[in-house]
């Protein structure tokens, strides 16, 4: 069968979700259930006080004393009110529907189920009242009130294709049975009994419901998080079964992250009572100097299966390979077993492998994410845990050689997966069933806009049987202009502590620009920008100070990461262009060994890439229709104020970036270069370079033009 969800709209309005219906009615059918049992069998010793009481009930729910007598089967309008009574539809709200063979005494439960969306008419203007009410019209019925879903793929030769879904939920959850291996029994009458018996395996409550609120990529964006916060507390309170989680990359983005270097936003974060972490790749943006004080002062624990910190001196004695039911916050562990009201829930993180590359995690390690992953899963059922989340920042569909698709296909007994690093908008879970227990998978887009909400059900063998989700937006507001979520007073006080700081640092204006300065996604990712040669510029003007024989830059496309509008340029500009404060680099390097980097500068093109150069001190020309490897036609460097072409045996002295230095976005050949020593660090920080570079010139004013530093012969 294919998973069940339960959608948040009814035609007409909003209904509550199926596991608040079920508290709701339990009482009553309860009572019905019971009633029942007594019309189909009276006990002998019944007192007549209680027999009179049960009658009244009857009656009050809608049911004709002849159907009580009769017992043979059931019309549909007596279970249409019947149904009314049960649910406890508001009769009052639902406009008259235009049927003329509904009785008076049953008008309101029509209407209420119509515009419920519950049921129909035989026809625009008859109910087809004292018509015999079908199985199948009673299965589509329940299945629609208690917003069940199930496959559309049955075998039934009498079930209609429109219903196929609503007939197979039925199945689904039991609580009905097919007549045979070809048909349902769609059209056969139904007792009074049986449509009883129907409610009360409806509203039977699935064995564990779990709620998970959850959010990725952060990116230091906090200055909405007290409204966040409201959204956590207003989606966890009522619901004791819940868990906010958290799949990494708090780090770098904002001045936020500049000034106190993810210390704001853990403030936040301690406040919001995560329950668990899972690292991104910018968390070692800076080494793990500065990730450890964020851990050291953590109230939640983390959980990493693939990240091993064993050789770093600074961060091994936070690690505890095991996966434990008793965390301490500010640890590390493989996982780590919530009991959530009573039930065991286990919670293991991945972290991608590309943060090798991608980001300056020095000695610490990342381990093959499928392999961990699998042990992880077996360690949990070894400690009879069977609801198993998997924490993760590798990306949703990430081209990167790992993600969640992946991992939910590779790894079986994963009932859920959050996840980070792609940035991924799911505004609807996404469901694998390659095996006999469903994954579900979520990600929460980025740079908290969104609060991501999951809401699932486990039957008595932890399977996930139905699962429920929606992205809320953080920064929704009504109809008035306010928004829906306010402040929470105790986070917005938190944040009135940093606030003043950055903005003060937003208002430090420090030169002008007469032109837009194009930068960000695609745009630094696919082409040469002038915001790509101005901070290249700047960094080749730096370098040379340093080292004058210094005579190229390269800028990678990805660090460029917005452009700026033609005007004051303030020091919060230049940060939100350069958010990660990569440090300075001088390599010597080999001019075939530049050459093979600038193959794989655009080995993605035309498509964007992160690894895309920005230059300086150089042109070169391109094909992107040839084979990657073979693209690259012609190369010259500016020495002295003239070009000349690129010789592969002579060295050159070439200025980059700390992080594309040691081999980030895939850069193997600058790997190569750094580890042989190579590498020069002078120490400085890319904005206070960029920012340097924009005040020395006259007035503080730059103009940068495309020069035709690069160019694709393809296009």
């Known amino acids: 069968m294919r998973p069940i969800s339960w959608p948040y709209q009814t035609k007409g309005e909003r209904y509550m979700k199926f596991r608040l219906k079920f508290y709701r009615m339990l009482a009553i059918i309860t009572m019905v259930v019971a009633l029942a049992g007594t019309l189909v069998a009276p006990a002998v010793d019944a007192k007549t006080a209680d027999r009179q009481n049960e009658a009244r009930f009857i009656q009050e729910l809608g049911v004709s004393s002849q159907s009580m007598k009769k017992q043979r089967s059931i019309s549909r309008i007596d279970a249409a009110a019947l149904m009314a009574r049960a649910l406890k539809l508001d009769n009052q709200k639902a406009p008259k529907t235009n049927f003329t063979d509904v009785p008076k005494s049953s008008q309101k439960a029509v209407n209420s189920l119509v515009y419920a969306g519950i049921l129909d008419g035989k026809s625009k203007n008859k109910f087809g009242s004292y018509e015999p009410l079908t199985r199948g019209e009673l299965a589509v019925w329940i299945a629609k009130a208690f917003e069940l879903k199930g496959s559309t793929v049955t075998d039934f030769s009498d079930v ?39 409610l009360q ?74 329950d668990a972490f899972t690292f991104g790749n910018h968390e070692f943006d800076l080494g793990t100097e500065t990730l450890l004080p964020f851990v050291q002062s953590a109230e939640f624990p983390f959980v990493s299966a693939n990240v091993d910190f064993s050789d770093d001196a600074l961060m091994k004695r936070f690690q505890k390979n095991t996966y434990t039911a008793k965390p301490h ?18 919670i293991f993180g991945l972290t991608t492998a590309e943060t090798t590359s991608i980001s300056s995690p020095g000695d610490v390690r990342f381990e093959e994410y499928i392999n961990s992953a699998k042990a992880s899963v077996k360690a949990f059922k070894k400690q009879g845990v069977d609801k198993i989340i998997a924490l993760t920042h590798i990306g949703y569909n990430d081209g990167g050689g790992d993600n969640d698709l992946e991992l939910a296909n590779q790894v079986e007994g994963i009932d859920i997966i959050v996840g980070g690093h792609s940035h991924s908008q799911l505004n609807e879970p996404v469901v694998v069933d390659k095996y006999k227990e469903m994954t579900v998978i979520v990600q929460a887009n980025e740079y908290s806009k969104y609060l991501g909400e999951l809401d699932v059900s486990f039957d008595k063998k932890g399977q996930v049987i139905a699962y429920d989700g929606e992205l809320i937006s953080i920064d929704a507001k009504n109809a008035e202009g306010s928004y829906i979520f306010a402040e929470d007073p105790a986070a917005a006080q938190i944040l009135a502590k940093y606030k003043p700081v950055v903005d003060a640092k937003k208002k430090q204006v420090v030169g002008t620009t007469a032109v837009d300065l194009i930068g960000g996604n695609p745009a630094a990712r696919t082409g040469e920008t002038n915001l790509g040669n101005l901070i290249a510029d700047g960094m080749l003007d730096k370098a040379k100070a340093i080292n004058p024989n210094t005579v190229i830059a390269l800028q990678n496309g990805g660090g460029v990461r917005t452009t700026l509008k033609a005007g004051p340029i303030t020091l919060a500009d230049v940060m939100t262009v350069l958010p990660f404060s990569n440090a300075l680099a001088i390599m ?4 075939a060994a530049l050459k093979t980097a600038l193959e794989h500068s655009v080995s993605a093109a035309p498509s964007a890439s992160g690894g895309y150069l920005q230059v300086a001190g150089m042109r070169f020309t391109y094909d992107s229709s040839k084979p990657v490897g073979t693209r690259v036609q012609s190369v010259e460097i500016n020495q002295n104020g003239e070009y000349t072409s690129l010789v592969d045996t002579q060295t050159y002295f070439a200025a980059t970036n700390i992080f594309t230095a040691k081999g980030g976005d895939g850069y193997s050949v600058f790997a190569d270069i750094y580890a042989d020593g190579r590498v020069s660090e002078p120490g400085f920080v890319d904005w206070e370079i960029f920012s340097d570079y924009i005040q020395s010139f006259p007035e503080q ?11 694709d012969v393809a296009n």
């Not at 779990?210 to 906090?222: C, E, F, G, K």
């Not at 906010?244 to 992250?257: E, I, K, P």
């Not at 010597?588 to 001019?591: D, F, L, M, P, T």
Request: proline share 3%.
């Open 329 to 346: 916050d500010g640890k590390i562990y493989d996982g780590i077993i919530k009991n959530v009201n009573g039930e065991k829930v286990g």
């Open 160 to 198: 209609p294709a429109k219903h196929a879904e609503r007939i197979g939920s039925i199945l689904l959850y039991g609580i009905a049975e097919s007549i045979s291996d070809t048909e349902f029994g769609y059209n056969q009458k139904v007792s009074l009994s049986e449509l009883i018996s129907m």
């Open 701 to 711: 004013t730059v103009s940068p033009n495309v020069e035709g530093r690069i160019i």
């Open 201 to 274: 395996l409806a509203l039977k409550a699935p064995d564990y419901q779990l709620r998970v609120l959850h959010v990725n990529d952060t990116h230091a964006n906090i200055e909405n998080t007290p409204r966040q916060i409201t959204a956590i507390d207003e989606h966890r309170n009522g619901n004791t079964n819940n868990l906010l989680l958290h799949a990494g990359d708090v780090f770098s983005g904002t001045l936020y992250f500049n000034e106190f270097k993810g210390l704001a936003d853990l403030e936040l974060m301690n406040l919001a009572g995560f």
């Open 588 to 591: 010597e390097i080999s001019g």
